[in-house]
């Protein structure tokens, strides 16, 4: 065996690995009926933000806790952990995603069946994670407005592989001047009939919208009461 084709090998194994870890993880989520979120972008894109609002939103109404991966630094678990849930920081060191046994050995010690929702935000990359299974039940893949519109023509297996896109930070839309209908018509492109969310996190905008699916997925009818910059809502 040449060394091209031993790496071919390892590579599958490595998935195959995580596959049937990923499947003993969905099969504990379901058990326990926590609902797993799991969120994928590139660097910077706005993942940690939207989790904060998210976590803060839910705080009081439902019970939820949050996983974070990053090459290094605990920033993000200590942003995420001002909402006052349960999170864990994850430091990859050099791996550029996470992987289901990671979010395994994350979990220790919690009591999944005291958790609604639990969020798990992977390595800021569109490529690595997307052959991954954590065994969520929903994988959102998030591009924001700064990065352009041909995101999902570039990456194409991470949106192929999402069940929902959202669309981060629409608050700079017109000053980078992004063409949202450009965006959603690469998104169709790529992944027919992927729901497709717009969202500031900054300004609350697309929030509700981004809850009522979040519920409706879940299979919960019990939605928070959302407030906006700009209105109040029962969504
Ligand atoms: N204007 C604006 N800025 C945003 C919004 N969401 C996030 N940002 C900013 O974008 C920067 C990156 O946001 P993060 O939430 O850290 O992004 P991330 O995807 O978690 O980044 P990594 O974890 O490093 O991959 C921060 O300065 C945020 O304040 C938004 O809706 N509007
Ligand atoms: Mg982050």
Not at 134 to 151: A, C, F, I, P
Not at 164 to 187: G, H, R, S, Y
Not at 190 to 216: N, R
Request: glycine fraction near 6%; include cysteine.
């Amino acid at each position: 065996m040449n060394s091209d084709s031993r790496l071919v090998e390892v590579r599958r194994n490595v998935l195959a690995r995580n596959d049937v870890a990923a499947r003993e993880l969905r099969q504990q989520f379901r058990t326990t009926g926590t609902f797993v979120v799991s969120l994928i972008s590139s660097p910077g894109s706005g993942k940690t933000l939207f989790l904060e609002k998210t976590l803060a939103l839910l705080q009081g109404h439902s019970r939820v806790a949050a996983l974070v991966g990053d090459l290094a630094t605990e920033n993000d678990c200590a942003r995420l952990a001002r909402s006052g849930v349960p999170v864990r920081q994850i430091v990859t060191g050099t791996v550029c995603h996470l992987e289901a046994e990671m979010v395994r050995n994350s979990l220790r010690g919690w009591r999944l069946d005291e958790l609604d929702f639990l969020f798990i935000e992977n390595v800021g990359n569109l490529v690595c994670p997307a052959s991954y299974d954590l065994g969520e039940d929903l994988r959102v893949v998030m591009m924001s407005v700064t990065e352009g519109e041909d995101k999902p023509l570039k990456y194409p297996p991470v949106f192929y592989g999402a069940d929902l896109a959202i669309i981060t930070k629409t608050d700079l839309a017109e000053a980078v001047e992004f063409d949202a209908e450009v965006a959603a018509w690469n998104i169709e492109a790529v992944h027919p009939g992927l729901p497709l969310i717009q969202v500031s996190a900054k300004k609350g905008t697309g929030m509700p919208e981004w809850l009522q699916k979040l519920f409706s997925l879940a299979g919960n009818n019990r939605i928070p009461t959302v407030q906006t910059a700009s209105r109040r809502s029962a969504i």
